[in-house]
């Protein structure tokens, strides 16, 4: 009791700390990196640098723009330490100067048959390495000055993987795993791996084989495979108590929860695990299979929070389109609120009408979650708002065996979405220790971008217009807008080279699946009109 109540009362210096590098300061200008996907470990997305403020943010300075000439699904979260910028295509590495935007070197590892994505979310940086996977379900480490492959490992099990995911690194392990769990026959399976030479030290089904978790699937002969918990974005480390949370997306077929009976454990859940061994510790399910039937997946990172109350929370946003406060021991959720539009949420689907319901299967959180700012005590998410309609396929039309990309809804795919000139986003602040919302934003566009917080009192996210926003964070007005030329559906960054803040933007193509013009993935890099704190 006494080492738990230790660990705890270090959450908030390690949210703060996090997002400096671990690198020693340099003796001149001063620098603050941001070291990881999400800024820290722990998935806070917060910055200790207070240079932007309410009140200057309209004077940014555009100061660079990075093209790769690359038309891929840009959704990377751009990484940067000791001044070099990390950022990723499917197939591609980058290392910018983070103040000039001058390519200091490029890496391209291709695959075959590339996934129809072509989506990836961003390197893992750990003593002079990066870490990423690519669509063929292989990871991979480079040498971080100079983009030289030092190992390449596989972790495919079957057909229908994929692996967009942003690894993590701690203690010598790289941590990564598998998407592709709306594929029949396909279950997300986690990986540490060795960082010195990517061997497998250990993995964790999350659809297991045995014991109670396989029980909540249905079994037999005829019964469909166990499908589902697959993995889009990044994963959350507690690093002072060694647990390793895992977001894991829906069971499949997604639109038949007849044809899965059960609750489909580890689907839709968010997995404690230790991250030493891979032993599981505990899991909280968000809704489970006999409750979701849209396509609902737990897609996005938590953030791992200590509140002004000084409670240990973790607060996910999922496709759901809620923003749950999570207890981490034992793991419950203990509030909810939603962050954009819930209708017809009950309502089953048929094979007889179409059924409209909001989320729809691309609304809620999609792969960039929540921000927390331990100053103003506040969570700030992002959320689409646009709605779907699914008409289910007759019965008697059901094959068997189910092909891979058998969903359930008649004429196969994910449904149909109401017309682009009525979709919206919201960014909405809630307070986790009343879990009670204290600001909603409401975007001309879906926020599929990340949504960062600062020191400086800002909130900096982006919509798919490839509108930079920047938002008052005690408030939610917005004080300034800027074109970046390119959709955001990414990263979005802020970090300190030579004494001024930067922002830095990921945009291009978001993916094939969302109606857009198509653009090359690029970054654009802007800073503080301050010279000096």
Not at 26 to 47: F, H, I, K, M, Q
Not at 309 to 318: K, V
Request: hydrophobic share 40%.
């Amino acid at each position: 009791m006494r080492t738990r109540l230790f660990t705890l009362c270090l959450l908030p210096l390690l949210v703060c700390l996090a997002c400096v590098s671990a690198t020693p300061r340099s003796s001149g200008p001063s620098r603050v990196d941001w070291s990881s996907y999400n800024g820290s470990l722990e998935g806070t997305r917060y910055s200790p640098i207070a240079q932007i403020t309410p009140a200057n943010a309209a004077a940014l300075e555009r100061v660079c723009t990075f093209d790769s000439v690359e038309q891929m699904s840009m959704q990377s979260g751009p990484v940067v330490v000791n001044g070099v910028l990390y950022v990723t295509t499917d197939t591609s590495t980058y290392a910018i100067d983070a103040a000039t935007c001058r390519r200091i070197w490029h890496t391209a590892r291709s695959y075959p048959s590339p996934a129809f994505l072509k989506n990836n979310h961003g390197v893992a940086y750990m003593d002079g390495r990066l870490f990423r996977v690519n669509g063929g379900v292989r990871a991979y480490a480079l040498d971080a000055s100079s983009g030289r492959v030092l190992w390449d490992v596989s972790f495919r099990e079957r057909d229908g993987e994929g692996a967009p995911v942003a690894p993590i690194a701690w203690n010598g392990l790289v941590f990564v795993g598998n998407s592709g769990g709306d594929n029949i026959g396909v279950h997300g399976h986690v990986h540490a791996l060795d960082a010195a030479t990517g061997r497998e030290v250990w993995r964790f089904e999350v659809v297991p084989d045995t014991g109670a978790a396989r029980a909540s699937w249905p079994s037999g002969p005829n019964a469909t495979p166990p499908t589902g918990g697959g993995m889009w974005s990044s994963f959350t480390l507690d690093p002072a108590a060694g647990i390793l949370y895992v977001p894991a997306g829906n069971p499949a077929p997604d639109f038949m929860p007849h044809l899965r009976e059960g609750a489909n454990l580890y689907a839709n859940s968010l997995i404690a695990l230790d991250a030493r061994t891979g032993r599981f510790r505990d899991y909280v399910q968000v809704l489970d299979g006999r409750r979701d039937w849209h396509d609902w997946d737990v897609s996005a990172t938590p953030a791992l929070i200590r509140t002004r109350a000084g409670r240990p929370l973790l607060a996910l946003a999922g496709k759901d389109g809620q923003l749950h406060g999570i207890d981490v021991a034992p793991m419950r959720i203990v509030w909810s609120v939603p962050i954009t539009t819930r209708t017809n949420i009950d309502a089953p689907l048929t094979h007889t009408a179409v059924t409209r319901f909001c989320p729809g299967t691309q609304g809620g959180t999609e792969w960039n979650g929540p921000a927390y700012d331990p100053r103003l005590n506040l969570v700030f998410t992002g959320a689409v708002d646009w709605c779907a309609r699914i008409r289910l396929m007759s019965p008697d039309s059901i094959p068997h065996p189910l092909p891979i990309d058998f969903t359930g809804a008649a004429g196969g795919g994910f449904g149909q979405f109401d017309p682009k000139d009525t979709w919206k986003g919201w960014i909405t602040a809630t307070d986790p220790d009343a879990g009670a919302i204290r600001w909603r934003y409401q975007a001309r566009t879906p926020i599929l971008a990340a949504v960062t917080a600062t020191a400086g009192g800002v909130v900096i996210t982006g919509d798919m217009d490839g509108r930079l926003i920047v938002l008052d964070a005690q408030s939610g007005k917005v004080v300034h807008e800027v074109d970046t030329g390119a959709p955001l559906g990414a990263g979005i960054i802020t970090y300190e080279v030579g004494g001024r803040q930067y922002v830095a933007v990921a945009g291009g193509t978001v993916s094939p699946v969302w109606p857009l013009p198509p653009a090359t993935s690029r970054v654009t890099i802007f800073r503080s009109a301050l010279s000096s704190r």
